[in-house]
């Protein structure tokens, strides 16, 4: 099984580029995360969906947008991206419980000049 | 809100030294859930362990084990003997039964010198 898999797993944008992240999952998880980590950060929460058709806004949200059209997929955007949105992204799913614990994809290293 | 503080940002031992990652978190929610994650240096996240709001009884497994107390709001990490393999960044985490988030710490970076 594939588990959670990111693409693309490095980008270089500038300042003002728009792009999507995607992430895929193939173990029928209901809830899906993106997260962003940071040095001395930590993982921060995005966005977040607890099914198809569902987004709800975590710690960071400003300047990021998220849709899941299907259950299998959860893209996360950046409008326009800026400097302070150099990071690495990370998605995860879980099962349709909170009690469960989190399935990482390997990160997307994002850099915006 | 929940939230989670791993007040050491970073450790360093020797080869074989016990250490412990410390974890204090906030929550108001009567029913909840803790968990661990490694990083190594390949970057991916590791899950190490669950721990439910209700089970306090402590969990070891092989050299890790991890003590959870309500009294302190803790759940603390300890490696035994640890190993050179063990470097790495580990982060702590809150799940909140009325809620839908997870919500991690900044992490410890731990270094084993050999």
């Known amino acids: 099984n594939a588990g959670v898999t990111q693409t693309p797993k490095f980008r270089v944008l500038k300042t003002g580029q728009s792009m999507t992240l995607l992430c895929a999952q193939d173990?029928?998880?209901?809830?899906m995360y993106w997260y962003r980590q940071d040095p001395g950060m930590g993982l921060r929460l995005i966005h977040y969906?607890?099914?198809?058709?569902?987004?709800a806004k975590g710690e960071v949200p400003d300047g990021y947008n998220v849709s899941r059209l299907k259950k299998q997929n959860f893209l996360l955007g950046l409008e326009s991206a800026a400097p302070s949105q150099t990071s690495v992204y990370f998605c995860a799913s879980r099962f349709r419980t909170n009690t469960g614990e989190l399935f990482f994809g390997e990160g997307s290293r994002l850099t915006v000049l | 809100a929940q939230k989670v503080t791993q007040a050491q940002t970073e450790i360093s031992v020797v080869e074989k030294e016990d250490v412990t990652l410390d974890c204090v978190y906030e929550t108001r929610d009567t029913t909840y859930y803790l968990f661990w994650y490694k990083q190594p240096p390949s970057g991916e996240l590791v899950f190490l362990i669950r721990r439910n709001s209700f089970d306090e009884q402590n969990e070891i497994s092989g050299r890790y084990s991890w003590n959870f107390q309500k009294s302190t709001s803790s759940f603390n990490f300890t490696i035994t003997a640890s190993q050179v393999v063990d470097s790495a960044v580990y982060f702590c985490?809150?799940?909140?039964?009325?809620?839908?988030?997870?919500?991690f710490g900044k992490g410890t970076r731990l270094h084993i010198l050999p």
């Open positions: 985490a809150l799940s909140e039964a009325r809620d839908d988030k997870i919500i």
């Open positions: 969906s607890v099914g198809e058709g569902t987004t």
């Open positions: 173990m029928n998880h209901e809830y």
